[in-house]
């Protein structure tokens, strides 16, 4: 019985694989011969499209991110303070301050945070 369900995996898992390379035959017909013949790419033209573009396009983006800390001239190195505000995304509105501020009638009435909700 085993041997039986193991050529059905076998034949189920194999499936795809068939299905994909019969799927894949029209992919290998010629082209028709009222089609007309493209024209040969010069070399330079091939090398500008896949090379110089995409070098220039990167060292572009690269300068338009870079340039704001460039005339700045600000930026933080390890083991100084740190000279900008705290900053807390998602945070209280009213920034850190409002965090250390707890209203007296949470703390007392125990419905403060937790996945019981109470510590």
Do not use: Y
């Given at each position: 019985m085993t041997g039986v369900l193991r050529r059905v995996a076998r034949a189920v898992a194999l499936t795809p694989a068939v299905l994909l390379?019969?799927?894949?035959?029209?992919?290998?017909?010629?082209?028709p011969q009222q089609w007309q013949k493209s024209p040969s790419v010069p070399p330079l033209h091939f090398l500008l499209v896949i090379f110089v573009i995409p070098a220039g396009?990167?060292?572009v983006i690269t300068l338009l991110v870079l340039l704001p800390s460039m005339i700045r001239g600000q930026k933080y190195e390890p083991g100084l303070a740190w000279?900008?505000?705290p900053e807390w995304f998602g945070g209280p509105r009213g920034g850190v301050e409002t965090a250390d501020k707890t209203a007296p009638e949470a703390v007392e009435g125990g419905n403060r945070g937790g996945a019981s909700a109470h510590w």
């Open positions: 390379v019969t799927a894949a035959g029209p992919a290998l017909a010629e082209a396009l990167f060292i000279r900008n505000e």
